[in-house]
């Protein structure tokens, strides 16, 4: 998250870490596009991954393209809304079409969008659940009725409390 106007700063050490070859990549969180274009304007390394809460109810859609249109790869922070929309009606029917569970569907949804999500789980038949996505598709029409589930809900605090 932003740290009320210091991220600046803390973006140039973590650039001097990055010079130094003592780190690889490096990345922010919670930042959006205010934030990201005051980094772009006066820094000089572009942040490698932007981790964001996103799920099929808080889906980021703009600052997903100005990720895209930068170079910014898009990590999902609690890609399934911390379990609060599984049980949701028109997700487990979608999910039965396939053969999976809600989760699964929603996991599919993120790989679709070319998100990085990556569920919290220490139980290991849900690990082995969440790696389970790969042996289907997700049709446009689905896709489009999962568009439809973005109405702003956020699982987590909000990252627009806090000042550039």
């Known amino acids: 998250m932003p740290a009320r106007g210091k991220y600046v700063e803390t973006w140039r050490a973590l650039e001097k870490l990055y010079a130094d070859g003592r780190a690889r990549a490096i990345g922010v969180s919670n930042f959006h596009v205010p934030h990201l274009r005051r980094l772009f304007d006066e820094t000089g390394i572009v942040p490698a991954v932007n981790q964001v809460e996103l799920h099929p109810r808080l889906q980021q859609k703009a600052l997903r393209e100005f990720h895209a249109e930068h170079g910014i790869v898009t990590e999902a922070w609690s890609p399934l809304a911390q379990g609060s929309l599984l049980s949701d009606a028109t997700l487990t ?55 439809e589930f973005d109405d702003g809900t956020r699982t987590g605090p909000d990252p627009d409390t806090f000042s550039s």
Request: hydrophobic share 50%; charged share 25%; glycine share 4%.
């Open 93 to 147: 029917a979608l999910a039965a079409k396939y053969g999976k569970s809600p989760a699964q569907l929603v996991l599919r949804w993120h790989l679709q969008l070319g998100t990085v999500a990556i569920p919290k789980s220490v139980t290991p038949s849900r690990i082995r659940e969440n790696f389970d996505v790969f042996d289907f598709e997700l049709a446009e029409d689905d896709l489009a009725a999962l568009a």
